[in-house]
């Protein structure tokens, strides 16, 4: 479109609104992410919340092993800081990732 054309037009609110979800189109374009993306992004979501779960299943085995009289306490109790450890690590990750994307 021509600098003529827009100076006669300036406030038509259909160009208005059709230039700007032009732009929307275009921003959502090169901002879009790929298939890779949101692979490393599952991967990561799953390390957050593995690697708490598993080291606290070690640790409590290891202090089990080490202390006698108690068969899977420590087991159970750090197997569930782990679960609730890595629930909030991937609350935290999502929460970080929208706001990226805004």
Known sequence: M???NRSRF???PLRQAVERQSQRLRRAERERRGVLA?????GTLGLVFV???VGGAY???WIDEALPGYSIRWT???L???IVVGAF???FLFRDSADGER
């Open 51 to 53: 690697l708490p779960v």
């Open 89 to 91: 690590n991937v609350y």
């Open 38 to 42: 949101y692979t490393v992004f599952l």
């Open 2 to 4: 021509t600098n003529e």
């Open 10 to 12: 300036p406030e038509d």
């Open 76 to 78: 159970l109790s750090f």
């Open 80 to 82: 569930s800081l782990g």
């Open 59 to 61: 640790l409590g085995r």
